[in-house]
C-alpha cells in the first residue's frame, strides 16, 4: 500500500488521532483542549482552544529554523517586466513594518 493510503486510512479509521499527529507538528502557541468534537447542532468543532499565528508560521519560523536568507516571495511580471524576490528575514521585516503603521 501507498504512504497516501497508510495516510488515509489512518485518517478514516481515527481521525482525531490522526489530525492529532499531524497537530503535533505545528508549533502552537496554545495547544488545542480537544482535536475534534461535535457541539450541541451535531457540527465538528477542530482543535478547540488551540492558538496559531499564521505569519509567524509563515514567516518567523523559517528565520527563526536558518531559512532567513531563503527566498520566500519571488515576483515575476511578464507584463511589466520586473522581478523581486524577498527573502524570509525581508519579508519578515516588511510584514511588522506595514502591521505597525496599521497599529498607529
Given at each position: 500500500?501507498?504512504?497516501?493510503?497508510?495516510?488515509?486510512?489512518?485518517?478514516?479509521?481515527?481521525?482525531?488521532?490522526?489530525?492529532?499527529?499531524?497537530?503535533?507538528?505545528?508549533?502552537?502557541?496554545?495547544?488545542?483542549?480537544?482535536?475534534?468534537?461535535?457541539?450541541?447542532?451535531?457540527?465538528?468543532?477542530?482543535?478547540?482552544?488551540?492558538?496559531?499565528?499564521?505569519?509567524?508560521?509563515?514567516?518567523?519560523?523559517?528565520?527563526?529554523?536558518?531559512?532567513?536568507?531563503?527566498?520566500?516571495?519571488?515576483?515575476?511580471?511578464?507584463?511589466?517586466?520586473?522581478?523581486?524576490?524577498?527573502t524570509y528575514r525581508q519579508l519578515r521585516d516588511?510584514?511588522?513594518?506595514?502591521?505597525?503603521?496599521?497599529?498607529?
Amino acid at each position: 500500500m501507498s504512504p497516501y493510503h497508510d495516510l488515509y486510512r489512518q485518517s478514516i479509521q481515527d481521525p482525531e488521532g490522526f489530525w492529532k499527529a499531524q497537530a503535533e507538528q505545528i508549533p502552537w502557541f496554545s495547544f488545542p483542549e480537544t482535536i475534534l468534537s461535535k457541539d450541541e447542532n451535531d457540527l465538528y468543532r477542530w482543535y478547540r482552544g488551540g492558538k496559531l499565528n499564521t505569519s509567524y508560521l509563515a514567516l518567523d519560523y523559517h528565520v527563526e529554523n536558518g531559512r532567513g536568507e531563503q527566498p520566500a516571495l519571488i515576483y515575476d511580471s511578464p507584463v511589466t517586466n520586473s522581478r523581486r524576490s524577498y527573502t524570509y528575514r525581508q519579508l519578515r521585516d516588511e510584514v511588522a513594518l506595514v502591521a505597525g503603521m496599521l497599529r498607529s
